[in-house]
């Protein structure tokens, strides 16, 4: 049976690992580790997404537009199972100017299967 402390390794572990996938642009790698009634808001419209096909075809849309990249910074695993991650992001345009640069807060709920159920941006 795995104890609170392993499955707080194993969510921030996942999330390393799909933060990297992220910037490195393989959203199905990323998607498959949301579940399937995932809850993602989107800040740029306003909209919670609230599914894995339509999260990954938001950031396939944005990559047309935007390039975006984010790297953790810390993440603290809340006692209820939730992961807080501060990480440093970049926003870029096509040509690779710079757009912004900050500091910006995720927080991830998962599923008891460890999927990702809801990230919620703050």
């Keep these: ?15 390393e690992a799909l933060y990297a996938a992220y910037n490195d642009r393989d959203f199905s790698k990323v998607a498959d580790h949301l579940a399937p009634d995932v809850r993602w808001f989107d800040q740029l419209s306003g909209v919670e997404m609230t599914s894995r096909p339509q999260v990954e075809a938001y950031w396939k849309d944005h990559v047309s537009m935007i390039r975006i990249e984010t790297y953790p910074l810390s993440m603290t695993p809340l006692p209820d199972g939730d992961i ?23 927080t991830y709920r998962f ?3 460890n999927l990702i159920a809801a990230m919620t941006p703050s």
């Design 111 to 113: 599923t008891d299967d």
């Design 84 to 106: 807080v991650v501060v990480a440093a992001q970049t926003v870029r345009n096509l040509e690779g100017q710079l757009w912004s640069s900050q500091t910006v807060t995720h």
């Design 1 to 15: 049976m795995e104890t609170g402390q392993q499955r707080s390794q194993a969510r921030t572990d996942l999330l």
